[in-house]
């Protein structure tokens, strides 16, 4: 019994088999076959579309993003430039006021020096005026 049950099953998968392919290569097998490479060959296109698509999209955005970033690299190069720029005039400033400072103490200095030998002549005066005036008591 078992032999022949392997007998039925291998007679049913024969006939099976060719009647699937008879079923295959008919023509409206066929009809199904072209439509559904058809749809294929749509959904490819779509897909290339879509991805050429991206594609410039993302060569768009890296030149934008190239520029922006020249852009920034710019006006860190210019806002350096302003600092070392104000660092210098600061300096500058410092060392004018230091100039300044330097020549007041020094007017100072020399006006108080000029004081005191005014002030030394004017008491040398005073004492040759109060020396002729006691010459002149003297004498009269």
Aim: glycine fraction near 4%.
């Amino acid at each position: 019994m078992k032999v022949w049950k392997g007998i039925a099953l291998f007679a049913g998968g024969t006939l099976f088999g060719l009647w699937g392919i008879k079923m295959l290569c008919s023509k409206d097998a066929k009809k199904v076959y072209t439509h559904c490479t058809a749809g294929v060959l749509r959904a490819k296109d779509y897909v290339m579309d879509q991805a050429t698509a991206v594609k410039e999209n993302c060569c768009d955005i890296y030149e934008e993003a190239k520029v922006i970033n020249e852009e920034r690299a710019a006006k860190e190069k210019e806002s350096e430039v302003e600092d070392e720029a104000e660092e210098i005039v600061e300096e500058v400033v410092e060392e004018a006021k230091e100039e300044k400072k330097a020549k007041t103490t020094k007017k100072a200095s020399t006006k108080a020096t000029t004081a005191k030998k005014s002030t030394k002549a004017d008491t040398e005066k005073k004492d040759d005026s109060k020396a002729k005036k006691s010459a002149k008591k003297k004498e009269a």
